[in-house]
T-cell receptor
């Protein structure tokens, strides 16, 4: 079945460092890809998304490009802040085959130190 | 924008009792809602898919009689944890798929989640 694999955490960075969180997927159809963020004690928030190959999702300085050839959707940010400390989840959905249910990666905890 | 509300956000109950969690879409109709469970420091696992007016579809390994799901209207789905035990303590989160918006996958909205503690 479809699946999502993320790099293991925790990831610890200093403020203003460059961030990459790797995400790869396997899917039989044509999935949409997402990054969600979960701040401590809170629910999930959609960070960005891409619905087809070569699309780039971006929000709050974060970016991710849907790469079909490498089945990847890596999350990047040029300069992280302490407030970016959270758990990041990569996810996919194939609405045609799965009706909208999301398949999540295991999550990557990011800790940004001042 | 679209909002999905869950209630209660935190609940503590005694072992053996039942607890109900509500998931409401506040400004859109949702024919399909999803219930996930998240253990501490782990990912979200889909428990069941809730379809308005029909029985929920449960994922493998999820006890139907323990986790009762009712999707009585286009804006409300409920998850009832029956005869709760401490191992049911977890973070439960719902998502709702908007009725309109096509199949681009960008019409799925999450609730804030509900922390359940069974003592």
């Amino acid at each position: 079945g479809d699946s999502v694999t993320q790099m293991e955490g925790p990831v610890t960075l200093s403020e203003e460092a460059f961030l990459t969180i790797n995400c790869t997927y396997t899917a039989t159809g044509y999935p949409s890809l997402f990054w969600y963020v979960q701040y401590p004690g809170e629910g999930l928030q959609l960070l960005l998304k891409a619905t087809k190959a070569d699309d780039k999702g971006s929000n709050k300085g974060f970016e991710a490009t849907y790469r079909k050839e490498t089945t990847s959707f890596h999350l990047e940010k040029g300069s992280v802040q302490v407030s970016d400390s959270a758990v990041y989840f990569c996810a996919l959905t194939d609405v045609y085959n799965q009706g909208g249910k999301l398949i999540f990666g295991q999550g990557t905890e990011l800790s940004v130190k001042p | 924008g679209a909002v999905v509300s869950q209630h209660p956000s935190r609940v503590i109950c005694k072992s053996g009792t039942s607890v109900k969690i509500e998931c409401r879409s506040l400004d859109f109709q949702a024919t399909t809602m999803f219930w996930y469970r998240q253990f501490p420091k782990q990912s979200l696992m889909l428990m069941a898919t809730s379809n308005e007016g029909s029985k929920a579809t449960y994922e493998q390994g999820v006890e139907k009689d323990k986790f009762l799901i009712n999707h009585a209207s286009l804006t409300l789905s409920t998850l009832t944890v029956t005869s709760a035990h401490p191992e049911d303590s977890s973070f439960y989160i719902c998502s709702a798929r908007a009725l309109s918006g096509g199949y681009s996958g960008n019409t799925i909205y999450f609730g804030e989640g509900s922390w359940l503690t069974v003592v």
